[in-house]
């Protein structure tokens, strides 16, 4: 089973995204947005079930630079990473499916 889904930062992106072995989604969020906290509990049952996808949060407001970086306009916007790149990319609380189907997974 899959590790839980753990916050990154400014800080850390770097290390926990970019320099990953594995494929990263990142969720842009932040604590107000009630779309946010809609697709959340879709990406702990992401989380759960694959083991070969680490899945972070990133939360806007504490680290503005990443979603500068990133252009985040929108949130939730999830974002998949591989080899350092945004391969895919998500904006919206979108039923587990769709979000599957949008980020190649």
Same mark, same amino acid.
Not at 16 to 21: M, S
Not at 35 to 53: N, S, T, Y
Not at 55 to 81: C, E, G
């Given at each position: 089973? !899959? +590790?839980?889904?753990? &916050? *990154?930062?400014?800080?850390?992106? /770097?290390?926990?995204?970019?320099? $990953?072995?594995? %494929?990263?989604? *990142?969720?842009?969020?932040?604590?107000? @947005?009630? %779309? @946010?906290?809609? *697709?959340?509990?879709? #990406? &702990? &049952?992401? $989380?759960?079930?694959?083991?070969?996808?680490?899945?972070?949060? #990133?939360?806007?407001?504490?680290? %503005?630079?990443? $979603?500068?970086?990133?252009?985040? +306009?929108?949130? %939730?916007?999830? !974002?998949?990473? &591989?080899?350092? /790149?945004?391969? =895919? /990319? $998500?904006?919206? +609380?979108?039923?587990?499916? /769709?979000?599957?189907? =949008? #980020?190649?997974?």
């Amino acid at each position: 089973m !899959a +590790a839980s889904i753990t &916050e *990154v930062t400014d800080t850390n992106f /770097q290390a926990e995204v970019l320099e $990953a072995d594995t %494929p990263v989604l *990142v969720d842009f969020w932040a604590p107000w @947005c009630g %779309p @946010c906290r809609m *697709v959340a509990p879709v #990406l &702990e &049952e992401m $989380a759960g079930e694959r083991d070969d996808l680490k899945i972070v949060k #990133l939360n806007v407001d504490d680290n %503005p630079s990443t $979603a500068m970086n990133y252009s985040i +306009a929108s949130i %939730p916007t999830i !974002a998949r990473f &591989e080899g350092g /790149q945004v391969t =895919q /990319q $998500a904006v919206g +609380a979108l039923p587990k499916n /769709q979000l599957s189907a =949008q #980020l190649g997974l």
